[in-house]
């Protein structure tokens, strides 16, 4: 198994590389709900990736409910703000979804609410606007990793 990076609707293909990239390092497989903001082939999302592409587990979903109907049982944690626990405050278990609105919304308010128990927030200094969204994927997922030992990484 491996933890689980969701990209619900990315609109900037440098953020989708780069993600792609740590996913690529770390083993997470790579899942887009669209509509993207970009396609595919943009040479900025291939760009940002470098060689790395061929080395991703990557996965297209034309919805969310689409995704979430593949992995039925499984825990989705929601990245959000609006999160009253932090991401540190959870137990990650290896087969988790980690799971990310776009950049200049954030995930749907359905999503949050369906998802309320798990939703999770970086801390941050208050009134601040949120983190740039390849590094917040790179935090939790690593966080994840960490609390599992690491598993597979040398």
């Given at each position: ?10 609109e900037?293909p440098?953020?989708t590389g780069n993600?792609a990239?740590?996913?690529a390092?770390t ?7 669209k509509p993207?903001?970009f396609s ?6 291939k760009?940002?990736?470098l060689d ?10 034309d ?14 944690f ?6 009253v ?11 988790d979804l ?19 128990d798990?939703?999770?927030r970086i801390?941050?200094l208050?009134?601040?606007r949120?983190?740039n969204?390849?590094?917040a ?8 990793l960490?609390?599992?030992?690491f598993?597979?990484l040398?």
């Amino acid at each position: 198994m491996a933890f689980h990076i969701v990209l619900v609707e990315p609109e900037i293909p440098q953020n989708t590389g780069n993600i792609a990239r740590t996913c690529a390092a770390t083993g997470a497989i790579l899942h887009l709900v669209k509509p993207l903001g970009f396609s595919l082939d943009d040479r900025y999302v291939k760009r940002a990736g470098l060689d790395y592409w061929d080395r991703v587990r990557l996965y297209t979903y034309d919805s969310f409910e689409e995704l979430a109907a593949s992995f039925p049982g499984r825990r989705f944690f929601c990245a959000t703000t609006k999160a009253v626990k932090s991401y540190t405050e959870f137990q990650f278990r290896d087969g988790d979804l980690l799971v990310f609105g776009k950049e200049t919304a954030g995930l749907p308010a359905q999503l949050l609410e369906r998802y309320r128990d798990t939703c999770i927030r970086i801390p941050m200094l208050p009134e601040n606007r949120s983190l740039n969204l390849s590094n917040a994927a790179a935090i939790v997922l690593y966080e994840a990793l960490r609390q599992n030992g690491f598993p597979h990484l040398t």
